[in-house]
C-alpha cells in the first residue's frame, strides 16, 4: 500500500539542472518528513536533504547546500528535488524516503519508515 517513486532521473551535462519528484501513497502525507538520499557506485548511501512535516523546514548536507533544494506539495503527496549545477561527483542513483519521526545527527539522517525505489542521475564531463 505505501510506495513512494521517484522520478526524474536522466543524463545531464556538468553544469547543468535536473528536478526530481517523489510521488507518494498509502500514508499521511503530511505528518511525515521527507528526505532525499543518493548511492554512487562503490560509495555509501548518503542523505542530501530533508524536509520537516510540521513547518515545511530544511535541511541539507554541506556538499549540496546551495546546489539542491527540497520541497514539497502536500495537495499532491509530492516531494521535489531542484539540482543545480550538477557535477559528474552528483551521479548515483537518488532515492527519497519518507519518516514519522526523523532525528538529523552529524550530518546522517535517522528514522526513515519507508524508502522508494531510485532514479539514476548521470552527470557527464
Known amino acids: 500500500e505505501v510506495q513512494l517513486q521517484a522520478s526524474g532521473g536522466g543524463l545531464v551535462q556538468a553544469g547543468g539542472s535536473l528536478r526530481l519528484s517523489c510521488a507518494t501513497s498509502?500514508?499521511?502525507?503530511?505528518?511525515?518528513?521527507i528526505g532525499w538520499f543518493r548511492q554512487a557506485p562503490g560509495k555509501e548511501r548518503e542523505g542530501l536533504a530533508c524536509?520537516?512535516?510540521?513547518?515545511?523546514?530544511?535541511y541539507y548536507i554541506d556538499s549540496v547546500k546551495g546546489r539542491f533544494t527540497i520541497s514539497r506539495a502536500n495537495a499532491k503527496n509530492t516531494v521535489y528535488l531542484q539540482m543545480n549545477s550538477l557535477q559528474p561527483e552528483d551521479t548515483a542513483i537518488y532515492y527519497c524516503?519518507?519518516?514519522?519521526?526523523?532525528?538529523?545527527?552529524?550530518?546522517?539522517?535517522?528514522?526513515?519508515?519507508?524508502w522508494g525505489k531510485g532514479t539514476l542521475v548521470t552527470v557527464s564531463s
Open positions: 498509502g500514508f499521511t502525507f503530511d505528518d511525515y518528513a
Open positions: 524536509i520537516s512535516s510540521s513547518d515545511d523546514s530544511t
Open positions: 524516503a519518507a519518516g514519522h519521526n526523523v532525528v538529523i545527527v552529524d550530518g546522517h539522517y535517522y528514522g526513515m519508515d519507508y
